[in-house]
């Protein structure tokens, strides 16, 4: 089954979204310097930027430049990173039905230093992302119980990615979950409830499955998903665009090999690091091989 439409076309709130997202919202605050600042220092930056970043946004931003009708239900402060990061999802051609905003906290934000030679420390203030609760995932539950795809991660409460998979597997909806950031207590039920359960290698130790030296698909029999290790550049965005094009090709080409919607994914990853910053560098359809479509 072929995608429909073309990437970043309008498309009407009464269709149904064939991918959800119910993830975070991050605003980058980026700061380039020569080498990283120690402690109680202050040293001049060369270049300064902000970015629109988030894993679950980042995977919504993916899906739809790959031509997925994509909705994501979220939440960010009432302040003026709040209203910009709604513009830069609509821009997107990403349904904000559901995207919720709160006086109670601030929009999530993540403050960047990078040096020459890549290094960086980060800091993340989760902020409105760790308010999305219950009653704003009953609010969204006509888009889940209608998606083909539905993603989470762990960017917000573990509470609130769980119930989202609840109520994804109960009207039949296929569940991708990406366990990022990683915990090392995650609740069993998290793999019960996933269809995909898609990390990388830093990921996957933190969990306790094997070695993603072996193969990269594991079928779990006794469970109900499959677990795929993802074998990209560790460079940032990267494997979110990876998990954003698996989740489209899970919605629009059901009918391909796992395997062959991996290698897609991976080739669409890794265009994506040729190209600076985050969302900014996930390609559209229209700049990708006609063989991936």
């Known amino acids: 089954m072929a995608a429909s439409g073309e990437p970043g076309r309008p498309w009407q709130e009464e269709e149904a979204a064939a991918v959800v997202v119910v993830g975070s919202c991050m605003t980058d605050l980026v700061s380039l310097t020569s080498r990283l600042p120690k402690t ?58 559901f995207t919720y905003q709160t006086r ?51 960017e917000i409460s573990p509470a609130a990615s ?18 990022a950031p990683a915990m090392a207590d995650l609740d069993p039920q998290f793999y019960t409830l996933s269809s995909i359960f898609c990390c990388n290698e830093s990921e996957v130790q933190t969990t306790h499955f094997g070695s993603p030296q072996s193969e990269g698909l594991h079928p779990c029999p006794q469970l109900s998903y499959m677990l795929v290790f993802i ?36 080739f669409i990853a890794a265009v994506s690091v040729q190209a600076t910053g985050t969302q900014s560098s996930y390609p559209y359809k229209k700049d990708l091989p006609l063989a991936l479509f």
């Open 162 to 179: 769980l119930e989202a998979l609840t109520m994804a597997r109960r009207s039949g909806v296929k569940t991708l979950f990406n366990p």
């Open 231 to 266: 074998i990209v550049l560790p460079l940032q965005g990267a494997g979110d665009s990876f998990v954003g094009a698996l989740a489209f090709y899970l919605a629009y080409y059901p009918n391909l090999s796992l395997e062959e919607m991996l290698k897609r994914s991976n």
């Open 40 to 97: 109680g220092e202050t040293i001049h930056g060369h270049e300064f930027f902000i970015g629109f970043g988030g894993k679950g946004a980042n995977q919504c931003v993916q899906a739809a430049r790959l031509g997925a009708k994509a909705a994501i239900v979220c939440k960010v402060g009432n302040d003026s990173f709040g209203n910009d990061y709604i513009e830069n999802l609509k821009q997107n051609h990403i349904s904000t039905e």
């Open 104 to 154: 109670d906290a601030a929009t999530g934000t993540a403050s960047i230093i990078v040096n020459n030679e890549g290094q960086n420390i980060i800091v993340i203030v989760a902020g409105a992302n760790l308010l999305l609760n219950s009653e704003d995932l009953k609010k969204a539950a006509s888009v889940i119980s209608r998606a083909k795809v539905m993603i989470c991660q762990l």
